[in-house]
């Protein structure tokens, strides 16, 4: 994620810390734009991970096409993260004992 403006990573990092759901927007194979809610968690490095079933939709359509974008909103502020990316599958649990 490319940390624009005048906050650092630090900042963002922290920023997300108490943060846990997300708007996680894909396309379809169409070429529609799809987006679902997740609960994610956020490394140093300002990676996201969430887990997901594999038949989703939103599985289905990362597996096609790995773009997505995330929109997270703190509900005690009026400011939100918006970041885009690209997407791929970690498997096993290790991301997430790492990173509680």
Do not use: C, W
């Not at 940390?3 to 379809?28: C, D, M, W």
């Not at 995330?70 to 791929?88: H, N, W, Y």
């Amino acid at each position: 994620m490319a940390v624009i403006g005048h906050k650092g990573k630090e900042e963002v990092y922290r920023y997300l810390q108490p943060l846990a759901i997300a708007v996680l927007s894909t396309v379809n194979p169409k070429q529609h734009p799809y987006a679902a809610l997740i609960y994610f968690i956020v490394d140093n490095d300002l990676n996201f991970y969430y887990l997901t079933k594999s038949d989703t939709n939103k599985s289905h359509n990362l597996k096609k096409n790995h773009h997505a974008a995330l929109t997270i909103i703190d509900p005690l502020s009026p400011k939100t993260i918006q970041t885009t990316g690209s997407a791929s599958e970690v498997e096993g649990a290790e991301v997430y004992r790492n990173n509680k």
